[in-house]
């Protein structure tokens, strides 16, 4: 089990470091854009980079917002129920999320597929929709199996990695 958390740690912050670069080039490619247009020379392509960069952004970020408990939880019936329940909710919900990743996942594959088939690409830069395709996918995979080791750590050794590493 401590391989499995290893990996997927090692894979979230990862992507976390991938994420954080793509924020980076985006907010370059938004300053650049906008002085360039101040001065009549506008970035060419800048939508294209930012729309397509901003996947990147939002799905490289997710494994990193799950491992340290950043999602919206509403605990306004956690107090009425037990421990146990409590603690087979949390079960269910991480089971729940590491499949729903693993749906998107196969769904945007399958997309990628057909982008590739069409030759779908970005309308100025003419950048291939596949290869972003392939980063969620990419990204997908890491978030669920960080959900799927959140679920084994809860299910088989009883504590959430969520609260381990906020109490550290």
Known sequence: MLILRKLADALIYASA????????TVMCVICADVIGRAIGAPVYGAHDIVTMVMVIIVFGAMPLCDRLGGHVAVDVLQNKFSATVNKVIDVLV??????????????TWESAKISN??????????????????FICFFCVVSSLGLTARTIELSIFGYDVQNVKRDK
Do not use: P
């Open 94 to 107: 991480s089971l729940v999320g590491a499949l729903f990743f693993a749906f998107v996942c196969y769904a």
């Open 117 to 134: 088939m069409l030759n779908l690409s970005t309308n100025l830069l003419s950048l291939e929709k596949a290869w972003f395709q392939y």
């Open 17 to 24: 470091a991938i994420s954080a670069c793509a924020l980076i």
